[in-house]
């Protein structure tokens, strides 16, 4: 058994950003193979949009039945499950005839296989680490980040070599070693690692968490915290909010190479637009997460969040009314900028939120939730595609679902913060004034005892 905060932790850290490199990084690649695929099932846009819109939607729907998983098999078993999942649904995507059958296996088989490896992953850094959670929480982030660096570039040596075929039996070898990486998450000394002591110190304001004063919840809100989403104000913002950002967050990653490809951008540069969002990633996620820890951020973390998520919305009108090879650098360095800061911080948002007692539920909730948005994203912007024949339709769409979901977190946030403060001020009137009142009569009532 480990120790919290021990050095093994940091090892373990080692594992998470690998695991999150190879399942969070894969999904970055796939518009590397959007038109192949398309050409070789000979599908709509509409049709080929669901294959990566399945995978994200199952990555994030997996998240309560990771959590059950977790609670009885620990993460470790879990991630080494999942490493085998998505390692053969990626095998048997390899040999598909039809693009249903892709669905299957590399959606259904591996979306569920990537997702008990990122969600355990991150369950278990909660668990290892408390004083320095926020910066492991944006160093694990960039394991993201530097998947989403490599993965096209080898997608794109890998599709003039062999093919998509071959490509996807070669990249279920590679997720195989998720469960080396699951091997090293050998369970922690505490199985609750946060004592009311560190509660305390790592809510945003010193005080307990809206949710620490709520029970563990029972039954099914173990997994799904329904009765956060009803009660908990901020975790109502929180989820209301990222849900609806996710409807056009991942778009470019599906998008950004078949865009650039239609003006006449080389499918091989286009590719490293991608790789070029997954650099910029690497070194400016451990930055968000050392700008997040300073004292001007404590228990504003959401308005910098939502800063970042807005910011990321706008950035999608360089791409779409701005077409040459230097206005998709541009929108690619403010992309992955304002990303790298939502990556950096969205866990720790909902940590901070929540608490990690109620942590495991409320992320079931909050990842099935996304992953509806998530799911219906790609193919409407695949049909928008198809109706308009224009890929820069999706990036004003992506701008408007982006940016108002940023306004809409800080808005709210600073309105549920206010009428928090007005409330606590009120209450402290109060008390003065019941105060003074009883400071007031023990005169008088000593007086007419002594009368």
């Known amino acids: 058994m480990e120790t919290v905060d021990g050095k093994w932790s940091w090892v373990v850290l080692a594992a998470v950003i690998m695991t999150h490199g190879m399942t969070l990084g894969f999904p970055s690649c796939i518009g590397v193979y959007y038109t192949d695929l398309q050409t070789s099932f000979q599908a709509s846009n509409t049709e080929t949009s669901w294959f990566p819109s399945i995978i994200m939607a199952v990555l994030h729907a997996g998240g309560p039945l990771c959590s059950v998983m977790v609670e009885r098999l620990g993460c470790r078993i879990t991630v080494m499950i999942g490493g085998l999942l998505c390692g053969l649904g990626m095998v048997a995507s390899s040999f598909s005839q039809t693009i249903i059958h892709l669905y299957l296996s590399a959606g259904l088989v591996g979306g569920l296989g990537l997702c008990f490896c990122f969600q355990a992953a991150v369950t278990v850094l909660g668990y290892y680490f408390i004083k320095r959670r926020t910066l492991a929480n944006a160093l694990a982030s960039t394991g993201a980040s530097i998947g989403m660096a490599l993965w096209p570039l080898a997608s794109q040596h890998l599709l003039e070599s062999v093919g998509w075929r071959g490509s996807f039996l070669i990249f279920g070898g590679v997720l195989l070693n998720c469960c080396v990486c699951g091997a090293i998450m050998r369970p922690v000394r505490s199985p609750n690692p946060i004592s009311k002591k560190d509660a305390l110190l790592n809510s945003p304001n010193g005080k307990p968490n809206e949710s620490e004063e709520m029970e563990s919840g029972k039954g099914i809100q173990r997994y799904m915290a329904f009765d956060l989403l009803?009660?908990?104000?901020?975790?109502?913002?929180?989820t209301i909010g990222v849900t609806w950002m996710v409807?056009?967050?991942?778009l470019p990653l599906f998008y950004l190479v078949p865009y650039a490809t239609s003006k006449g951008v080389e499918e091989s540069t286009a590719a490293l637009l991608l790789s070029l969002i997954g650099f910029i990633n690497i070194f400016v996620r451990p930055i968000a997460g050392l700008v997040s820890q300073q004292k001007i951020f404590s228990g504003r973390l959401m308005y910098l969040f939502s800063f970042a998520v807005t910011l990321n919305g706008l950035s999608n009108l360089v791409?779409?009314?701005?077409?040459?090879?230097?206005?998709?650098?541009?929108?690619?360095?403010?992309?992955?900028v304002s990303m790298s800061f939502i990556g950096a911080l969205v866990f720790q948002v909902l940590m901070d939120t929540v608490g990690m007692k109620r942590f495991p539920g409320a992320f079931g909730l909050f990842t099935i939730l996304e992953s509806i948005t998530i799911l219906i994203g790609p193919p409407l912007a695949g049909l928008l595609v198809d109706y308009t024949d224009q890929y820069g339709l999706v990036f004003y769409a992506t701008c408007i679902a982006v940016?108002?979901?940023?306004?809409?977190?800080?808005?709210?946030s600073y309105i549920v913060n206010r009428n928090d403060a007005n409330r606590k001020q009120k209450q402290t009137t109060t008390d003065a004034t019941w105060n003074n009142e009883t400071i007031d009569i023990k005169p008088s009532s000593a007086y007419q005892d002594v009368l």
């Not at 940016?403 to 709210?412: D, E, H, K, V």
């Open 230 to 238: 009803l009660r908990h104000r901020r975790y109502q913002i929180f």
């Open 247 to 250: 409807l056009g967050f991942v």
């Open 319 to 336: 791409c779409a009314s701005w077409v040459s090879f230097t206005a998709f650098v541009t929108y690619c360095i403010l992309y992955s």
């Open 403 to 412: 940016t108002s979901s940023g306004i809409f977190m800080g808005l709210a």
